[in-house]
């Protein structure tokens, strides 16, 4: 079964109304309607300092919610875990996971952005040593009691919570990772791997090829989901759809050159956007129209074995109700004959 999720609080521009609490409602509609269109899963993530709008927080955003959902996953998709201190964040998600009733999954990821590493304070070259030491910390948190830790960042002579989450011995962790390295991680420290979603798909395939390597050298099997968060541009007409994309693809790519994203890129995978365009396009985004993405998602799916999609469903005109019916026609579209 494929499955499908978006992040809500992204692929429009809030930024256009500056009332904060519009801005909340707007994200709840756009839940609610991901939800009523078939959606399996809401996510949300994290970034700090920047950008002309409010910072959606990944915990308390979910916890909100949570109530309109029903019995949708929700996660973060992803969560800066070196930033942040294990024993808050081990304790946040469990209570995430109380709230939805243990439908709850933890995405995480290393974070690649120097102005948060120096806003919080961590040098940016600790990010793999303190993520997988906060890892194991939150993972012996959940599961044991009176558990001591010594690492480089984190000691602890006694390690315990009363406050467990519901799923035992805790939520899914899935990975997120762009690096070859970061790909090994996952599966090794991982329950699943969230894919790069700037890659192109010979990297994608490539890296799933690493995945399943360390998997094996972990007697570890293949997660039952290998999920990837993904840009959608989606209209009624391949036409309307590819004007959107060859539009917005440039400035977006412009966007993420400036916070060096593209900087975690593998060294084989260079970004030439603007050589060609539409083969860039094609090679790391879904567009056209619902015919031209289930041939896509279809591709995913049978080539890589991706079986759940995270969205950001690309809506330029950053208008409320052009988001609402792209939601709707994803999920009478694509969704639904996908689920047949």
């Given at each position: ?21 519009a ?19 809401i996510?949300?993530?994290?970034h ?9 927080e ?5 916890a ?9 996953t ?7 875990l070196?930033?942040h ?11 995430l ?20 590493f ?10 793999a ?12 948190l ?15 002579d ?15 962790i ?9 790909v090994?991680r ?13 890659a ?19 007697s570890k ?54 050589q ?5 396009i ?5 567009v ?7 041939e896509?998602i ?11 999609f ?10 409320r ?20």
């Amino acid at each position: 079964m494929i499955k499908f999720g978006m992040k809500p609080a992204m692929g429009m521009s809030l930024a256009e109304n500056g009332d904060p609490v519009a801005q909340l409602n707007t994200i709840i509609d756009v839940a609610k309607a991901a939800r009523d269109a078939g959606f399996h899963s809401i996510w949300a993530g994290q970034h700090y300092f920047g950008g002309e709008r409010v910072r959606w927080e990944a915990v308390p955003l979910l916890a909100r919610l949570i109530p309109e959902l029903k019995d949708v996953t929700v996660g973060t998709c992803i969560f800066l875990l070196p930033l942040h201190h294990p024993v808050l964040v081990a304790e946040q998600i469990a209570v995430l996971d109380i709230i939805s009733n243990g439908k709850f999954v933890f995405g995480a990821g290393l974070g690649y952005r120097p102005r948060e590493f120096d806003g919080f304070g961590v040098p940016k070259r600790e990010r793999a040593t303190r993520f997988e030491e906060a890892l194991t910390i939150m993972r012996s948190l959940w599961s044991e009691n009176d558990a001591p830790f010594h690492g480089k960042h984190f000691h602890f002579d006694q390690l315990r919570t009363p406050t467990k989450p519901l799923q035992k011995p805790g939520p899914p962790i899935w990975i997120a990772a762009h690096g070859d390295k970061a790909v090994r991680r996952a599966a090794r420290m991982g329950d699943g791997l969230m894919m790069n979603p700037h890659a192109a798909f010979s990297t994608l395939a490539r890296q799933l090829e690493i995945y399943r390597d360390e998997l094996r050298l972990q007697s570890k099997p293949l997660p039952n989901e290998l999920a990837i968060r993904k840009d959608i541009y989606v209209a009624e007409s391949r036409a309307q759809a590819w004007a959107e994309a060859e539009n917005e693809v440039p400035r977006l790519v412009q966007n993420l050159n400036s916070e060096n994203q593209y900087a975690e890129l593998p060294g084989d995978d260079p970004v030439n956007v603007e050589q060609d365009l539409k083969g860039y396009i094609r090679d790391r985004f879904i567009v056209g129209d619902p015919k031209d993405c289930i041939e896509q998602i279809t591709q995913h799916h049978s080539q890589l074995g991706v079986n759940h999609f995270i969205f950001r469903i690309a809506c330029p005109a950053g208008d409320r109700q052009a988001m609402l019916r792209k939601i709707s026609l994803l999920g009478r579209e694509v969704i639904g004959p996908l689920q047949r």
